[in-house]
Every structure is written in C-alpha cells, then in structure tokens.
C-alpha cells in the first residue's frame, strides 16, 4: 500500500509543475498575440511590393534576371527553420523530420543545410552532420536585417552557382492551435504570385523601369524570407500555447486522481485503526 | 482641380511609421532630390539613402530612410523603405558610433573589407547624424 506521506509529496509536486506550465501557456498566449501583429503589420508592405513587381514584370524583360533562371537541380540548399526552445509539442520534431524525408529524397543531389533555430541546429550536431550555415537567437524579436542578411547570403549563393535551387522548410500559421510544415522553392523565383490587381496608372519611372524591377526582385526575395521566419515564430508561441495547456489539463487529471488515491488510503489507515482499538478492547474484556 | 493635400503613407516590413496628409515633401531618389506637392504626375522612383523633408503648415519635420521607393500620384503618396525613422527616434549616440566604426573600416586597406557595405553603413549613420541635428535645428526655428 502506497504511504500517505509519498502520495502528498507527490501531488504538490505535480502542483507546481502544473503552475509553470499554466504560466508558460499565458506567457506563450501573450507572445503570440505579439507575433501575429507583426505578421499582419509586414502584410502591407509585401502586398505594395507585388504590385509593383507585377506591373513591372509585364513591361520589363523578367526573363533575363539572374534571380529566375532555372538550372537542374543538383546542388541544393536547405534551409531548416525550427524553434530555439522546446516544450512546444510536435512543431521541431515535426519540421525534422519532414527534413530528413527530403534529405532521403535526394540522396544522390548535393546538399547543404542552413539551419536557423537552435533546437534545428543541436539535433544536426548530435548526429555530426555539417551545417553549412546556422542562425540562431533570433526568435526573441524577428526583425528585418536578420531576414535580409540570410536571404542576401543565400541569392548570393544562387547567382553565383554555388547552388541550383534554395528551399526553405518550415512551420506555416494557420491558426492559433494549427501549424503546418511546408517545404517552399525560394530560388529560382518560380514565379510572382498574383496577389494585387496591376498598378491602374501609366507612371514616370526614374530610373528605366527594368532597372527598377532589378533592384525589387532581391527585395522580394528578402520579404519572403521574412515572412516565412514571422510565420513560424506566431506558429511556435501557438505550439507552445496548445502543448502547455494539454500539460495543464493533464497535471489536473493526474491530481484528481492522486487525491482520490490518497483518501482511499486514509480511509483504510482510519478503518484499520479503529478495528485495532475495537480489537484490543475486545480483548481486555 | 488640383488636390489641396498629399496622403502620406510611409510604410516598412515591420510597422507603419507615417500615414496623414501633408502639404508637400522632399524625397531622395536614386537620381537626386525630388520635390512632391499636390498635383504631381504619377511617378514610380527608387530611393537612396537620404532625409525626407515633410513640411505640413509651418511645421517641418524629417525622416531618415535607407532603401525603398515610392509611389507618387496627385493626391497620395506611398513610401516602401527598408527602414524609416523619425528624426526624434534616431539614436545619435549610436549612429556616432557606427560612424566611427565605419571610417574606421575604410580607412584600413584590408583586404577582407567589404568596402560597399562599410560605405552603405557610412551613408546610412551619416544621414542619421544630419537628420536628427535638422529635426533640432528645425524645432529652434532655424530652417
């Protein structure tokens, strides 16, 4: 029989795991509220961008840039966005695993892996793979220079040959309790998604128009990289919100139990007491 | 008929700094300064590193802004820069700094230096530097 002592021990330990993760799941709530905001805040600047680009793109001579030519793909480069921390249920293991299938996937091309996120780059550590590139610390607040320094290092990459085709695999936002992993062609720029009606007005352009198309199409390309990083850092504090209230929840089922344990066995140490006292008068007479 | 105001809208990837209607405003394009009042042909222009002037009534204001362009068109005007920030939000001590740091790296021929990117850093805290002593300059009555 399990003693009284032990069973109270335990329940107010489990409490007190119970109190941290009810406040990491507030905390969590709070962050990804701030999260969202800035993804929202980075929509208009994007939507402006495409506009533009689009109208451009009809008028310039898109096929030419550097950024849109297609090579077959031998050389690739993977870039790995997950968490810097855990207790955020499934959402690192599931972004690596949906990295090793890729891996898998084309074993014969050459592969290089960026890793951005420190749980990302621990676990390529502990199976001594070599990364190529890692970026971590970044997550407390997203900003933009993080964004635009990656994606200049990875076009960079590109324009020079070094590599045939960028991907980026990470966790999309759906909703505050869903998170999807998708894998996404960052270079060759597939094409520019329609997003926008096409600019009304004939402009004046200082300078010529394809030079100006020049000079947005890495903008572009860094605006992508940013979003995808926002994306996954609202997705994460959604993660760790739905994993820490699921651990709340399951701490309350475990007291709830505990305690109906622990008066179970008061109830017989009572029982047992008073048949001894009953017992032992019994006894005496 | 030509409109009495500009709707301005400043706006990067991380926030929107700026959206009220002015009366008229000094941008830096890539091929000089460029005066926008009321009436302006709709123009398409990529932006340096520089200042923008706003002038609203009396009151004068600037902004520093590293990359972007902008959209012109008679009653609006629609900013897109990498960053913009009001004069009163620039941190001079830091952009002292950077200057330095930056003169520093062009002074020394070292091979290694990327030469662009420390003169774009000198540009940028420069630029800064001028903005936030205008704001000042402005603010007494000066300009």
Redesign the interface.
Known sequence: MPNLRDIRTRIRSIKNTQQLTYTMKLVSATKLRRAQE?VL??R???R??LQ?LNSLATRAHPESHPLLQRRPEEKLELVVVTADRGLCGGFNANILKTTVGEMRLRQGADLSVTAVGKKGRDYFRRRRFVLRKELVDIFRKV??IH??ELAQDLMQRYVSGERDAVYFVYNEFKSAIQQRVVVEKLLPIERLPDEGRL?P???????AQA??FE??LP?HVE?QV?RALLESAAAEHGARMAAMDSATRNAADLIDNLTLNMNKVRQAGITKEILEVVAGAAALE | MVPEKIQLEIVTPERVVLSEAVDELILPGTQGYLGVRPGHAPLLTTLQVGSILIAKGNEKRFLAVSWGFAEVLPDRVAILAETAERAEEIDLVRAQRARERAEERLKKPDPNTDFRRAQVALEKALIRIQVASRAGAASRGEI
């Open positions: 800035q805040a980075a208009p600047y994007a402006r961008m533009v900003s933009y964004a635009a600019l007005v004939d402009y004046l352009y200082e300078p030079e100006i000079q947005l903008k605006v940013f």
